[in-house]
C-alpha cells in the first residue's frame, strides 16, 4: 500500500472522520473559554473542574449500570456535564467571597472530586481502561454519541463565548470597572464558570480530564506572544488549538502513542518555537517604524543619568531635548 493509499484509508475511515471532527471543535472551542481565564488569572480553573468532573462520569456509569444501559457508560458524559457546572459555579462563589478559607475549600472539592470518581467507577463496574480513556483521553473511541455531545456543547461554547465577548472580556479584564459600567458583572462571571464547565466535557474524549486545561492554556500563551488585541488573541488561539489537535491525531493514526498527551506535548512544542522566534519578529517589528516622521515617545538618559524626553518633532527645540524637570515648564 503506498503512501497515498494509507492517507485515503485514514481520510475515509468513518472511526477518523468521527475522532478529526471532535478534534476540530474542541481544538477551536477549549481556547476561546481560555483566553477569558487567562485574563482573569485563573489559568487552572480547567485543572480543578476536571477533578470534579470525573466525580460526574463515575455518577453517570453507576446511573447507567443501574437501568441496565449498553453501553454503562452511556450517561457517563451528561454525568459530568451537570457535575463540572455544578463545581464550577461552587468554584466562581468561593472565588467571589475571597476568604482564606477559600483555598481550603477548592482543595477538599478537588481531591474530593477525583477520589470520588476512582471510588465510584469501580463499584458501577468499571475497569482501569475505562478510567484511563477519561482521565488522559481515548479520542480514538468516540462513539456516534459522544460525538453528538461534543457537536452540542462545542456549538454552545462557541456561540457564547464569542457573541457576548466584548461583555466576559470587560469583567474578565476589570470587574470593578465593568460593575461600575452597570455590567451584570456577576452573572457574566457565571458564564464564563459554566463556559469552562462545558469545555472540560466537550474536551474530556479528546484530552482527558487531567489534561484539559492544557489545550485552554496552551494555545492562548502562544496567540499571546504575537497578537496586539483580544479579538485576535482568541482567534489566533484557536487556530493554535485546531492546527495541535489535528496534526496529533494523525500522529496517533500512524504510530501507537496517546493522542492526549501527543496533543498537549505538540502546544507545548508550538510555544517553545513561538518563544524562541519572538525576540527576532520584534527586532524586525522595531526595524520598520511606521510613522517615521514622528517623534519617539521616550529617550534613553544621557550619560549624566537625567531623565531626558523629546520634544515633539514640529517644535522640536535645537537642541533636540529638554531635562525631565523642565517638561511641566514647556
Not at 38 to 56: E, K, P, S
Not at 220 to 238: D, E, H, K, P, W
Request: net charge neutral.
Amino acid at each position: 500500500m503506498t503512501f497515498w493509499d494509507q492517507v485515503v484509508a485514514m481520510a475515509t475511515s468513518p472511526l477518523m472522520q468521527r475522532a478529526m471532527l471532535a478534534a476540530v471543535l474542541v481544538g477551536a472551542a477549549a481556547p476561546v473559554v481560555g483566553t477569558f481565564l487567562v485574563q482573569r488569572r485563573m489559568a487552572l480553573m480547567g485543572d480543578g473542574i476536571g477533578h470534579v468532573a470525573l466525580t460526574g462520569v463515575a455518577l453517570g456509569w453507576l446511573v447507567g449500570s443501574w437501568a441496565g444501559l449498553v453501553p454503562n457508560g452511556a450517561l457517563a458524559v451528561p454525568g459530568a456535564v451537570v457535575a463540572a457546572v455544578v463545581g464550577s459555579v461552587v468554584i466562581e462563589l468561593v472565588r467571589e467571597r475571597g476568604r482564606t478559607t477559600g483555598d481550603l475549600a477548592l482543595a477538599l472539592m478537588f481531591y474530593g472530586g477525583i477520589a470520588g470518581g476512582v471510588l465510584l467507577i469501580k463499584v458501577a463496574g468499571g475497569t482501569n481502561a475505562n478510567l484511563m480513556a477519561y482521565l488522559f483521553g481515548s479520542i480514538s473511541t468516540v462513539s456516534p454519541t459522544d460525538l453528538v455531545w461534543t457537536v452540542a456543547l462545542a456549538a454552545v461554547v462557541l456561540v457564547v463565548g464569542v457573541g457576548l465577548r466584548t461583555a466576559l472580556y470587560a469583567v474578565s479584564h476589570d470587574e470593578e470597572f465593568a460593575r461600575a459600567s452597570g455590567l451584570p458583572t456577576r452573572a457574566l462571571a457565571m458564564v464564563v464558570a459554566v463556559l469552562a464547565a462545558v469545555t472540560v466535557t466537550v474536551a474530556m474524549r479528546v484530552v482527558g480530564l487531567l489534561l484539559v486545561s492544557a489545550l485552554m492554556i496552551v494555545p492562548v500563551a502562544v496567540a499571546q506572544l504575537y497578537a496586539r488585541s483580544f479579538g485576535r488573541t482568541m482567534a489566533a488561539a484557536s487556530g493554535v488549538g485546531v492546527t495541535v489537535s489535528v496534526v496529533g491525531l494523525v500522529l496517533t493514526y500512524w504510530n501507537d502513542i496517546p493522542p492526549g498527551a501527543t496533543i498537549v506535548v505538540l502546544a507545548i512544542a508550538v510555544y517553545a518555537v513561538s518563544a524562541a522566534l519572538r525576540p527576532m519578529v520584534r527586532r524586525r517589528a522595531a526595524a520598520s517604524d511606521p510613522h517615521p516622521e514622528m517623534a519617539d515617545d521616550v529617550l534613553l538618559a544621557d550619560s549624566d543619568d537625567e531623565c531626558q524626553v523629546p520634544v515633539p518633532a514640529p517644535h522640536r527645540h535645537p537642541n533636540a531635548s529638554v531635562r525631565a524637570d523642565q517638561v511641566g515648564r514647556q
